[in-house]
């Protein structure tokens, strides 16, 4: 079966635009996470939708925002983009938000503000 | 403060040597503890979890201990190999899905 797919792979953009990032999940995995990676801060959670609702949130501006529609896609979007934003962002999939739950990433985009 | 510390930070070592990854915590309250695996320009992929009562968990040539009473797990990988060259990252989930990540070990196996 099909992973979890990100698109796009890479993304070059400059200071002040903004972006939108989609994911689309496993099929039948109703929980979609992002999260943010770079060289020094590893691996940051940023948001969780589950049924198209934000279930969670982490400690991340408010330029960085999110949905999930009724198919389970999820479309992250960070506005007023800031050189610090370059990073990795993945998206991760599971069946449910309970914590026992395994979680598969998809391949991620990597984003280059310059 | 619910923190996750990873060490060492990387680590080289040679083809068909052992070698086992640290991984500290003080997340609270405590629900599971995971182990990725990250290739490089790869999304991270699931090694093991472990819930609070579970001591032990293999995975193939992986093996994770968790000590919950120290708040200390490792990874232990067996007879390495060249495509175990990766990061590991540790991940704690706290009770109300609240996820703390490790910055994670870079291993490097040489031939």
């Known amino acids: 079966k099909a992973g979890v797919t990100q698109t796009p792979r890479y993304l070059i953009k400059t200071r002040g635009q903004q972006v939108t990032l989609s994911c689309s999940p496993i099929s039948g995995h109703r929980s979609v996470s992002w999260y943010q990676q770079t060289p020094g801060q590893g691996l940051q959670f940023l948001f969780e939708y589950f049924s198209e609702t934000q279930r969670n949130k982490g400690n991340f501006p408010g330029r960085f925002s999110g949905r999930q529609f009724s198919n389970s896609r999820s479309e992250m979007n960070v506005s007023t983009l800031e050189l610090g934003d370059s990073a990795l962002y993945l998206c991760a999939s599971s069946l449910s938000s309970e914590f026992n739950y395994g979680y598969t990433f998809g391949s991620g985009t990597r984003l280059t503000v310059v | 403060k619910n923190q996750v510390e990873q060490s060492p930070q990387s680590l080289i070592i040679l083809e068909g040597k052992n070698c086992t990854l640290q991984?500290?915590?003080?997340?609270?309250?405590?629900?599971?503890l995971r182990w990725y695996k990250q290739d490089t320009g790869r999304g991270p992929v699931s090694l093991t979890i472990?819930?609070?009562?579970?001591n032990t968990k293999s995975n193939g040539r992986y093996t994770a201990t968790l000590d919950a009473d120290t708040k200390q797990s490792s990874l232990h990988i067996t007879a390495s190999q060249l495509s175990d060259s990766a990061s590991y990252i540790c991940?704690?989930?706290?009770?109300?899905?609240?996820?703390?990540f490790g910055t994670g070990t870079s291993l490097t196996v040489i031939p």
């Open positions: 472990m819930t609070f009562s579970e």
């Open positions: 991940v704690v989930s706290a009770e109300g899905n609240q996820f703390y």
């Open positions: 991984c500290n915590y003080t997340v609270s309250p405590f629900s599971n």
